[in-house]
């Protein structure tokens, strides 16, 4: 996997505060992951045989080296401008 640089500028686009659309990316990134581990936790739930379980992880395994990371896959939602960044009102004292 090749390393790219991010133009800060292209996140600075996207929000009103760079430090928030880092924080919004990287919760993106962590839905993103414990949405992927929920899936292969109920597949191997299905499964029976403790055999069919190490095949199936096998395959997931090579499956997901081929995906893109969920930061780059968050990044990339963000760019593309598919997250909301919700900015509440100050309320007034």
């Given at each position: 996997?090749?390393?790219?640089t991010?133009?800060l500028?292209?996140?600075?686009?996207?929000?009103?505060?760079i430090?928030?659309?880092?924080?919004?990316?990287?919760?993106?990134?962590r839905?993103?992951?414990?949405?992927?581990?929920?899936?292969?936790?109920?597949?191997?739930?299905?499964?029976?045989?403790?055999?069919?379980?190490?095949?199936?992880?096998?395959?997931?395994?090579?499956?997901?080296?081929?995906?893109?990371?969920?930061?780059?896959?968050?990044?990339?939602?963000?760019?593309?401008?598919?997250?909301?960044?919700?900015?509440?009102?100050?309320?007034?004292?």
């Amino acid at each position: 996997m090749a390393v790219e640089t991010l133009d800060l500028k292209q996140l600075d686009e996207n929000s009103e505060d760079i430090y928030e659309a880092v924080i919004k990316a990287s919760q993106r990134a962590r839905q993103i992951l414990n949405e992927r581990n929920y899936e292969k936790q109920m597949v191997l739930e299905s499964l029976d045989e403790e055999d069919e379980a190490a095949e199936v992880m096998i395959q997931t395994t090579e499956e997901r080296e081929q995906e893109l990371h969920p930061a780059d896959m968050a990044i990339e939602e963000l760019l593309d401008g598919k997250l909301d960044i919700e900015y509440e009102k100050e309320k007034p004292f």
